[in-house]
């Protein structure tokens, strides 16, 4: 039977972190393009966060499949 309740968290939670972390990585390529100073730091902070933010996702991902 399928839990539909945690189906639906499931869902919700994976679709609110695909968005996030594609408008991090688009903003990260919109201000490396720029010619001043402070955005070449802050477009590598973020590709540095979108990074953290996939290996989290895998590491909450892989415990769950030994448990199957």
Do not use: E, N
């Not at 990260?28 to 402070?38: E, M, N, V, Y």
């Not at 990074?51 to 892989?62: E, N, P, S």
């Amino acid at each position: 039977m399928i839990d539909w309740q945690a189906f639906l968290i499931v869902f919700v939670a994976s679709a609110v972190s695909a968005c996030l972390l594609v408008t991090i990585f688009s903003l990260a390529l919109r201000l490396g393009d720029g010619s001043a100073a402070w955005r070449k730091p802050v477009s590598v902070g973020l590709y540095v966060l979108c990074g953290i933010v996939v290996i989290l996702g895998i590491y909450l991902i892989v415990p769950a499949l030994h448990r199957l």
